[in-house]
C-alpha cells in the first residue's frame, strides 16, 4: 500500500499532517528489544499516550551498568525535568576543566549544571517509569527476528534463546550499539560509525568534571565524577585509533591527574556515531519495523553524547505511533536533530584535527576560553550539546572578535574574565 499524507498549516503556522482513516496503520502488540534510555523512553511516552496497545520490552539485563559517562547535559534535564528532579542518587556538577594537547588549561564554572547518572540508576529509573505507563518487561535475550506476514505495518516473531517465541505487529530495535538484530534492515556500521571507548569506575569522590584532548588524536579523555565513584574513560574513532593507542593515553591521563585505576572495575563498548557517508543510505524505518538510539547510530559525532538522542529518537517513534503514522519518523528525527547531526559528521575530522590561529583547534579555543568569557560560553555550548554545527565555524569567528574585544578590555585594567579563569600553575598544584 502507497501511503499518502497531506500537509495542512495550522492557525500558527506550523506544518501538520492529517492522513485519512485508511492510511493509518493500525497496530496492537509493539516489542521493544532493549530496555535503555531509547527503548524505555519509547515505551513509556506510547502508553502515555496510547492505552489501545501492547507493548513488551525485552531485555537481557535490567538494571546494569552500561558502559558510559552518564553526563546528562542541560538540554536533557530541561527536555525531561523528572531527571533533575528524582530523588535516584546522581551528581549535579557546574566545575570542569578542558585541558589541551600541551596541557593548557580551562577551568570554570558552567552557567547550566550538568547531570550525572551511574547508568544503573538511570537505566532503572526510566524503566520503572515504562512500566508504570503498563510496559510489560521480558527479562530475556531476543535472538533473532523473523518476518511472518508482508502486510503493511508487518508481522513479526521475535525468538529467545530457551525457545520463548512473540508474536507482535511492530518491532523497534533499541539494542545499544553492539546489536546484530538490524543486519537484516539497514546497512551495518562500519569502522568509520563507531567510537573505540575504553575506561574505568574509579573508586572515590570529586567535584570537577575534566576533559583532556590529545594533539593529532579524534577524541578524548574524561573524569566524569559520579556520586560514590568516577567513570574515567576515553573514546575515538574506531577507524584511526586503536585500543593500545586509547589504553596509553588514558593510563598517562590518569597518572597526571591522580586517577587510581589499580582496584578499579574496566569497562569498554563501542559507540556507534554515523559518519557522513553513512547518513546519506541510513534507513531508521521500513514497514513493520524502526530503529532508536544506539541501535541507529543516533549519537553525537563530536561529542560522543547520546542519552539524549536514545531518548528523543523514542520519544519521536512514540509520537509517530500514536498518530497512527509510523512511517513519518524518520522525518521526524531529521527535522528534530538528525541534520545537526549529520552536520556535525562534517565537522568532526576538522575539529579534532584542524588548526585554528597555528594551533589545533580545540588548543586554541582552551587557551581563549581561558582568557575569555566568550569562548567559555562556547565550550559551554558544546557541553550542553546546543551548539549549531552549521553555524559553529561562523560563531567561531564571531566569538573570536568579541574574545579580542573583551582581551582588550583586560589589557586596560577594567573588570574583566581573568579574574575567574584561573591560570595554569594554580590548576596543577591542585
Ligand atoms: C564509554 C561510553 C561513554 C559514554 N558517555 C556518555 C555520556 O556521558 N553522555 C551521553 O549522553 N552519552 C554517553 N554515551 C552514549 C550512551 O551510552 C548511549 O548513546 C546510550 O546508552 C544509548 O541508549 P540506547 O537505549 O540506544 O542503548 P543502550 O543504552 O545500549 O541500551 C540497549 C539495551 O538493550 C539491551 N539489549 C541488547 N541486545 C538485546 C537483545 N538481543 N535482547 C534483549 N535486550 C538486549 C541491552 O542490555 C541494553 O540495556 C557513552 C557511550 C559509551 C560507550
Given at each position: 500500500m502507497k501511503l499518502r499524507e497531506r500537509a495542512i498549516l495550522t492557525e500558527h503556522g506550523q506544518r501538520r499532517v492529517i492522513l485519512s482513516s485508511s492510511e493509518v496503520v493500525h497496530l496492537k502488540t509493539i516489542a521493544i528489544v532493549g530496555g535503555g534510555p531509547a527503548g524505555a523512553t519509547a515505551a513509556e511516552r506510547l502508553l502515555r499516550s496510547r492505552t489501545d496497545?501492547?507493548?513488551?520490552?525485552?531485555?537481557?539485563?535490567?538494571?546494569?551498568?552500561?558502559?558510559?559517562?552518564?553526563?546528562?547535559?542541560?538540554?536533557?534535564?530541561e527536555r525531561y525535568p523528572?531527571?533533575?528532579?528524582?530523588a535516584e542518587p546522581h551528581f549535579l556538577t557546574r566545575d570542569c576543566e578542558f585541558v589541551a594537547g600541551n596541557g593548557d588549561a580551562a577551568r570554570f564554572t558552567m552557567r547550566r549544571p550538568l547531570a550525572i547518572y551511574s547508568r544503573r540508576v538511570l537505566n532503572g529509573l526510566l524503566l520503572d517509569?515504562?512500566?508504570?505507563?503498563?510496559?510489560?518487561?521480558?527479562?530475556?535475550?531476543?535472538?533473532?527476528l523473523h518476518r511472518t506476514s508482508e502486510r503493511p505495518g508487518g508481522e513479526w516473531e521475535l525468538r529467545t534463546p530457551q525457545g520463548g517465541r512473540f508474536a507482535c505487529d511492530l518491532v523497534v530495535i533499541a539494542a545499544g550499539g553492539r546489536t546484530t538484530l538490524r543486519?537484516?534492515?539497514?546497512?551495518?556500521?562500519?569502522?568509520?560509525?563507531?567510537?573505540?571507548?575504553?575506561?574505568?569506575?574509579?573508586?572515590?569522590?570529586?567535584?570537577?568534571?575534566?576533559?583532556?584532548?590529545?594533539d593529532g588524536f579524534e577524541g578524548y579523555a574524561w573524569a566524569f565524577p559520579r556520586p560514590d565513584h568516577l567513570s574515567v574513560g576515553i573514546a575515538a574513532n574506531a577507524r584511526r585509533s586503536s585500543m593500545a593507542d586509547l589504553k596509553q593515553r588514558l593510563h598517562s591521563f590518569m597518572e597526571q591527574y591522580?586517577?587510581?585505576?589499580?582496584?578499579?572495575?574496566?569497562?569498554?563498548?563501542?559507540?556507534p556515531v554515523l559518519s557522513r557517508h553513512s547518513w546519506k543510505q541510513m534507513k531508521l524505518a521500513g514497514p513493520g519495523w524502526s530503529l532508536i538510539g544506539d541501535a541507529a547510530g543516533l549519537a553525537d559525532p563530536i561529542t560522543g553524547?547520546?542519552?539524549?538522542?536514545?531518548?528523543?529518537?523514542?520519544?519521536?517513534?512514540?509520537?509517530?505511533?500514536?498518530?497512527?503514522?509510523?512511517?513519518?519518523?524518520?522525518?521526524?528525527?531529521?527535522?528534530?536533530?538528525?541534520?545537526?547531526?549529520?552536520f556535525g559528521a562534517l565537522l568532526t575530522h576538522r575539529f579534532y584535527l584542524g588548526n585554528f590561529l597555528g594551533e589545533p583547534c580545540t588548543t586554541?579555543?582552551?587557551?581563549?576560553?581561558?582568557?575569555?568569557?566568550?569562548?567559555?560560553?562556547?565550550?559551554?555550548?558544546?557541553?550542553?550539546?546546543?551548539?549549531?554545527?552549521?553555524?559553529?565555524?561562523?560563531?567561531?569567528c564571531w566569538t573570536f572578535v568579541r574574545a579580542l574585544g573583551e582581551m582588550a578590555l583586560n589589557s586596560f585594567g577594567g573588570p574583566g574574565p581573568?579574574?575567574?579563569?584561573?591560570?595554569?600553575?594554580?590548576?596543577?598544584?591542585?
Open positions: 496497545v501492547r507493548v513488551l520490552v525485552f531485555e537481557e539485563r535490567p538494571y546494569w551498568e552500561k558502559p558510559c559517562g552518564g553526563g546528562l547535559p542541560y538540554k536533557v534535564l523528572f531527571l533533575l528532579e528524582a517509569r515504562a512500566r508504570q505507563a503498563g510496559a510489560e518487561l521480558v527479562v530475556d535475550r531476543v535472538v533473532d543486519r537484516q534492515l539497514a546497512p551495518q556500521f562500519t569502522p568509520d560509525d563507531l567510537l573505540l571507548t575504553f575506561g574505568y569506575y574509579v573508586p572515590g569522590s570529586a567535584d570537577l568534571l575534566r576533559v583532556q584532548f590529545f591522580g586517577y587510581d585505576g589499580k582496584e578499579a572495575p574496566i569497562f569498554s563498548h563501542v559507540l553524547e547520546g542519552i539524549y538522542f536514545a531518548m528523543r529518537s523514542g520519544e519521536l517513534l512514540a509520537e509517530a505511533l500514536a498518530e497512527g503514522a509510523p512511517y513519518t519518523y524518520p522525518r521526524r528525527v531529521w527535522s528534530d536533530f538528525g541534520s545537526r547531526l549529520a586554541r579555543m582552551i587557551q581563549l576560553a581561558r582568557r575569555t568569557t566568550a569562548f567559555r560560553h562556547l565550550l559551554q555550548d558544546l557541553i550542553d550539546g546546543v551548539v549549531s554545527y552549521r553555524t559553529l565555524a561562523p560563531r567561531v581573568l579574574g575567574t579563569a584561573r591560570t595554569d600553575s594554580s590548576l596543577r598544584s591542585e
